[in-house]
């Protein structure tokens, strides 16, 4: 499963909820007819819950979803902290170095030096940029995801390479 973003918040009396995305374009999993909950991001494949999509439209600088059968604020309430996830092969394509999220989670982050940083953890948004959590045991690196840094991305082996110190 990729990791679309998460359920924040009840929204109206009408079943609706808040929802922050993980990334961008959100607006293209309109698309997508289900959706698959789960109260951790690390779940199992069968613990995630496929739902159907009735709405999801920006609101604000936000945007907010409702579900088939959950039709008013308490059923709502009940989803708040889940996250929203799908299969790879029903989210839409990528362009040329785009990527999901959830393809860089887990890749291990080397740099031009040779020396492995660690492994991407996540990724968080800071406005500006995005920006790579990089973990290596106790040691944590944020490094931001943009081309001055991130030189390559290989997902089929894996890694990314950057400009970037081990020591910085």
Excluded: C
């Excluded at 009396?13 to 607006?27: A, I, R």
């Excluded at 613990?47 to 945007?63: R, Y």
């Excluded at 709502?76 to 959830?102: H, K």
Aim: without cysteine.
């Amino acid at each position: 499963m990729i990791i679309l973003g998460r359920i924040v918040a009840p929204f109206g009396v009408k079943g609706w909820v808040k929802v922050h995305p993980f990334g961008d374009d959100p607006l293209s999993w309109r698309d997508m007819p289900e959706w698959w909950l789960a109260d951790s991001a690390e779940a199992r494949e069968s613990a995630w819950q496929a739902v159907k999509l009735a709405g999801f439209k920006e609101h604000g600088a936000g945007f907010v979803a409702a579900f088939e059968g959950f039709a008013d604020r308490n059923a709502a309430e009940a989803l708040q902290g889940r996250y929203i996830a799908a299969p790879r092969e029903a989210l839409p394509s990528t362009g040329d170095n785009e990527y999901y999220w959830g393809d860089l989670v887990g890749l291990t982050v080397v740099n031009q030096a040779g020396e492995t940083l660690g492994t991407v953890e996540a990724l968080m948004s800071t406005g500006a940029h995005d920006v790579l959590q990089i973990r290596d045991g106790d040691d944590e690196r944020l490094i931001p995801f943009v081309a001055a840094y991130v030189l390559d991305v290989d997902l089929t082996n894996r890694s990314i390479r950057v400009d970037w110190q081990k020591d910085w």
